[in-house]
């Protein structure tokens, strides 16, 4: 089993800057693809970023060019650097690995006003 805490939210100005980080706990021999998803109110939850354990990565077409995924393997740590933000990334961060079964942490708030 896999427990995931995330860290890193809050408000920001549109056109600012956020790291969110996330980290693993447990069975963690077992994770290979970390990541993050959003849920904005009354949107169904959606994939911001992934990345694997050997490094390969993907975004959503929305942040792709703003928003940088990395990962600490020695940390068990994925993190997702956020710049040039928009009011429309306001939303509900989850970060998300993928074992045996996939694992959510609990959700960090990200706001960003206009």
């Known amino acids: 089993q896999v427990q995931l805490v995330e860290s890193g939210g809050g408000l920001v100005q549109a056109g600012g800057s956020l790291r969110l980080s996330c980290a693993a706990s447990?069975?963690?021999?077992?994770?290979?693809?970390m990541g993050w998803y959003r849920q904005a109110p009354e949107k169904q939850r959606e994939l911001v970023a992934g990345i694997t354990r050997g490094g390969s990565t993907n975004y959503a077409d929305s942040v792709k060019g703003r928003f940088t995924i990395s990962r600490d393997n020695a940390k068990n740590t994925v993190y997702l650097q956020m710049n040039s933000l928009k009011a429309e990334d306001t939303a509900v961060y989850y970060c998300?690995?993928?074992?045996?079964?996939?694992?959510w942490g609990q959700g960090t708030q990200v706001t960003v006003s206009s």
């Open positions: 998300f690995a993928d074992s045996f079964r996939r694992s």
């Open positions: 447990g069975s963690i021999f077992s994770i290979n693809t």
